[in-house]
């Protein structure tokens, strides 16, 4: 039996990280083999990229480079951890994957989604998923959920953040109308309860 990759995409605030824990209690219960990841994902080398990518010195980082260790990570994951889950067909629940290089590379660093695409194919060489689930909650709506929990005044950073977040919004946005058969948007303005059901009923039409 093949297994079935799901991934989930969001802006920051969206909320898919909770969603994704009730979707993989849901299936878990059921009885299904459900393998949840998130990029870089645990292996080994993709945690040593994340290192390089995420380290606050490396201020000189290439757009380019940025994308390509992305990308990188992303052949390790798949490699290493999805393709063999799927091959014992388990469920792959996946927080973030190649869109989010399309989004945040490929529109806010603008490389071209085109241009991002291509190198992301060399990495996942088709290996897409299944179905693409976008979290969908306004970027005024998730930094605002960001901010109540930092508990403290808004200032001009975090307004150039807002600006970045309607970029990426944006991205996800025409994203959504170039793959509208393999990204799904769901209202996730919601209980985090009604946000899961309709991520489990998407998931359930496809086993
Ligand atoms: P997270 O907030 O979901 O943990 O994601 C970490 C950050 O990395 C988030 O700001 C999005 C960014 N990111 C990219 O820029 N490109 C990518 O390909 C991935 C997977 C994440």
New binding site residues.
Partial sequence: MKGLFISFE?T?GSG??SIIKEVEKHFLNKGLQVLTT???GGIRISEKIRDI??DKDHLEMDART??LL??A??RQHLVEKIRPALNHGKLILC???????????GI??KLGIDEVMQINQFAIENTFPELTIFVDVRPEVGLKRVFDTLNREVNRLDLEKLEFHKMIYQGYMDLISKYPDRIRRIDGERSIDDVSKEAIALIESLI
């Avoid at 927080?95 to 590379?105: H, N």
């Fill in positions: 969001g920051e898919k990280t998130r990029e870089p990518l995420l940025e994308a992305f990308a990570s992303r927080d973030r994957f190649v869109d989010s290089s399309l989004v945040y590379q806010a660093r």
